[in-house]
């Protein structure tokens, strides 16, 4: 089981290389807020899967408040930067 959470591991942090690349070469400010989103999500996930190999649920009330805090910033963001846009 070991080998599962490894190779797990070792492919969120080239995900999570690879959002870096984006959130630092990202086009458009939207690009970027959508990278720093995902970048979150695969923080989550690989908290998750410390929860999942240390069989410790303590941490789940935290994973899923970040989630939602990271939604709803999301959400946030990318609509003030729509009406940003749509005033220039």
């Known amino acids: 089981m070991t080998v599962v959470f490894t190779v797990v591991l070792a492919l969120l942090v080239v995900a999570g290389g690879l959002t870096l690349l984006r959130i ?19 923080i989550v996930a690989a908290a998750a899967v410390y929860v999942a190999f240390y069989r410790d649920g303590s941490n789940i009330p935290l994973l899923v408040a970040v989630s939602l805090v990271v939604l709803v910033g999301t959400a946030t963001a990318a609509r003030l930067l729509e009406r940003w846009e749509r005033h220039r």
């Open 24 to 42: 630092f070469r990202g086009p458009s400010t939207l690009d970027r807020i959508a990278a720093l989103d995902v970048f979150v999500v695969l």
